[in-house]
């Protein structure tokens, strides 16, 4: 059985089936019953409770609020935005009828024809139509001003190809939807809630990021601006794992939202719309999990440390259970979450596979000499190195290597972003780098919206973003030849 | 302004739009777009993130972990439970398509009629199939079991007559579903669910519940036996607040799921499934608030102490705010949330009539006097009376009166629900009651569908629950005479 369990596809070999493997054998997710619906896993979800936790406590904690708003929006709504509809309409999953009925042969439902909605209703792909419809009755002054509103929901997107977390027709995320009285209020909501989808990135999941701004045409449908972190994965190809949104007064125009200034003028309100979704999950995955299995970060880890006892007799199983109790009540009581793994069915080495495919941070194992000496072996996933450490002030070993841990899948990533960032200026290098090794390509590009749709054409590579600290530089496009005056970030991208 | 904050229907003369006005003034809820469905506003999202959070922590210390299954569900999978398919098809949101296009005058969309699915998708109204088909690969033997999921999610189920949080189409609501061995485990399950709901019933929404079990045609759709817990509202009507299944090996053997025994025998799973929703919210409006306003329970108030400065120049508002700041600082390091409502717009007997109708369980006024005498004003919602304190302890004494309040508004309802419980005999005197007061009725019942049809065609009462503490009793059915050997409880029911 211990076999089966590392039978993980090479990383180096077939990274796409790497991660396929990695996220069925680590149970965090699995395809369901229906064509690009993923069931989110029990150890997946655990994951996702525990970046919800997170975020949501940095959103409180900046002045926002949690609401619910529906989930199906009238068809019309989402035309009313002229660029929205261009960008959703096509994946939108449709409701037209409200009722079954048993069919003819009474072996199954029908879809009752005479039970069809006067308008049809679309589930969300996203939800500023139908909070922006609401927003109209509760903004009447400057006073009902600023809105500053989050849900944490489900949304479906009708994609044709799908991968559990990275693409999914449905998946969960929040999305943030505020109204400010001034365009200045606005742009800086947008900012502000970029820089905490990168400190969430870098912190929490030990995921560099690189903040920027995207081009036009890579700007979401209905954005005046779309901020962006951009993560670099394992295979040299960029992830977009959050982003924000500044949009103007393009809906509270397309829903005459106003609101009557301290000067007592009627005003367009200004918003903003930020998400992150399960997507995080799998750049969680990619940015730096091996061949035996997930690395994760300690924060977000649903189990930080596991005990594993190494015993030949009942006997020296209760010293040991005895003694590991006292151990774990230390560990619980600095806040750190442990299993006991006691399964008298498997033996230790298929555990320790199971706990390194699974990615706990911390594996500690204590066999009947550990006992006498008082000490307990010591494994950490992210070097896959052992010591022996004594039991005394073990809740302070562990809880310091955890941050250590924390701190050195972090370095790692940023390394090996360092080291698959390349600064290019002719287009047959970057053509060849691009398929040599991937990664991030900072190049310069003449700003046109043509030149991006070649170079995607011609390479797959798109601009992830027009980095936020990009600094001033006289240069020519790599394709065009044309002036350009910082450079961007080309990549491959999920 | 403070008039229209007050003007609530009069709770005695008009309960039900009493209620609609209350949810509306208290801003936890609105009607959306979408007919049917509402959206839940900050205030009464956060009363349901209240919920959720000791639900979930209840659900966790007693072995369930979270998963996340498709919204979506293939239309042929609700007809794989007979009685599950007649419960559930009358009331099915149904995707047909899975793209809109422009309109052929352009000004719109229409559904494009090449994106018909093959087959139809409904939206969930419940997990039951959807889980049970992914349950089917999760289980092989009896060490895969017992499997204890729960899942936070949303679902539609198309009403026709709807009321904020008590009954709209779409909802949001937890559904446990789990997997046993043995028939007896999913049955203590099932028990232990009840009694949990029970548990946060009283203890966190200070609300007396009774636990019966659902007379066959009350069941849920494809199960064995409901078990609910039942609470009197203020106008005497019942509100099904919680219900626990034993859904036998009915979706095991719909789905063909099975595991091998210790034995080596193969064996059909056992089940049940458990869930309460946001109808919760509105159990609790009904259950506790008056004239005022809502009357929340301490632990589920997203505010718990509101402090109103009362000031007649900026220098007193300046000193009443300092010494405020420890006082507010003092409260939140005892985990009590605190508001400091400084507007300056508003005079405070506004600020004191909102909050009444916000239901925060304690207001705090302090004036130049308070100030220096070192004392504070100090109000009770559920009493509406007030006392000046000494701000020395203040702490102290805001956290033992939170702990009062939230007993005697539980004492209230105990009482309210005494008195409105009646023991009767006799057919028309049970009529005549529930026209005159309504509550529960304790009367005997001979068991038949049939009596039970008729009772609920004439007076619009239904069998509430059998409740399980119900002592045996010879006795006659009210209706037909018949023997009965145990009361039930009838009442009219939301």
């Known amino acids: ?37 993923m069931v989110i896993k029990p150890y997946g979800y655990a994951i996702w409770e525990k970046m919800q936790q997170a975020l949501d406590q940095m959103f409180k904690e900046t002045g926002h609020v949690n609401a619910y708003f529906p989930l199906l929006i009238p068809k019309s709504f989402l035309s009313k935005e ?47 139509t139908i909070i922006w419809s609401t927003y109209k009755n509760w903004i009447k002054s400057y006073r009902d001003l600023p809105i500053l509103c989050n849900q944490w929901a489900n949304v479906v997107r009708w994609e044709m190809r799908t991968r559990l977390f990275l693409r999914t027709t449905e998946f969960l995320w929040q999305e943030g939807h505020t109204a400010h009285a001034l365009q200045s209020e606005a742009i800086e909501e947008t900012k502000k809630m970029i820089d905490i989808y990168a400190n969430f990135a870098e912190k929490w999941m ?63 309100v200004w918003a903003s719309s ?15 999990s091996d061949n035996n299995g997930l690395i994760l970060p300690p924060k977000l880890a649903p189990i930080q440390v596991v005990i594993v006892p190494i015993y030949k007799s009942e006997e020296e199983l209760a010293m040991i259970s005895e003694r590991v109790s006292g151990i774990k009540a230390q560990l619980i009581s600095k806040g750190i979450s442990v299993k006991y793994d006691d399964r008298d069915n498997l033996k230790p080495g298929f555990k320790f596979a199971e706990y390194e495919l699974k990615g706990v941070p911390i594996r500690l194992a204590m066999g009947p000499r550990d006992y006498q000496n008082s000490t307990i072996e010591l494994a950490r996933r992210d070097t896959l190195t052992k010591q ?93 030849g044309k002036p350009s005056s910082r450079r961007v970030i080309f990549a491959r991208a999920y």
């Open 274 to 288: 930020w998400g992150v979704s399960t997507r995080l999950i799998g750049a969680l995955i990619m940015a730096h």
């Open 1 to 37: 059985m211990a076999k089966e369990l590392k039978e993980l596809t090479n990383r180096d070999e077939n990274y796409s089936q790497w991660y396929n493997d990695l996220v069925i054998k680590a149970d965090l997710a699995e395809n369901s019953a229906v064509k690009g619906c």
């Open 206 to 268: 030990s995921m560099p990021v690189i903040k920027g701004v995207k081009s036009e045409s890579e700007r979401f449908a209905g954005a005046v601006e779309t901020y962006t972190i951009e993560a670099l994965m394992q295979d040299g190809k960029a992830l977009q794992s959050g982003t924000s949104h500044f949009l103007g007064q393009n809906f509270a125009k397309a829903f005459d939202v106003t609101y009557t200034s301290k000067e007592g003028k009627l005003e367009h």
């Open 82 to 128: 002229a660029q929205h509809v261009e960008g959703f309409a096509k994946e939108c999953a449709v409701v037209t009828h409200y009722r079954l009925k048993a069919s003819p042969d009474g072996k199954g439902v029908v879809v009752d024809p005479d039970a069809k909605l006067e308008e049809e209703l679309i589930i969300r792909p996203t939800s500023e």
């Open 388 to 480: 022996v450490v004594s039991v005394d002030g073990i809740a302070e070993t562990v809880a310091n290597l955890l941050e250590e841990i924390q701190e050195n899948i972090y370095t790692k990533a940023l390394r090996f972003r360092a080291e698959n960032t390349t600064t290019v200026d002719n287009y047959d290098e970057f053509k060849e780098l691009l398929d040599d090794k991937g990664g991030f390509f900072l190049a310069h590009w003449d700003g046109t919206a043509e030149t991006e749709q070649r170079i995607k054409e011609e390479t797959k590579a798109t601009i992830r973003c027009i980095p936020l600290d990009a600094p001033e530089e006289e240069g020519k496009c790599m394709y065009s």
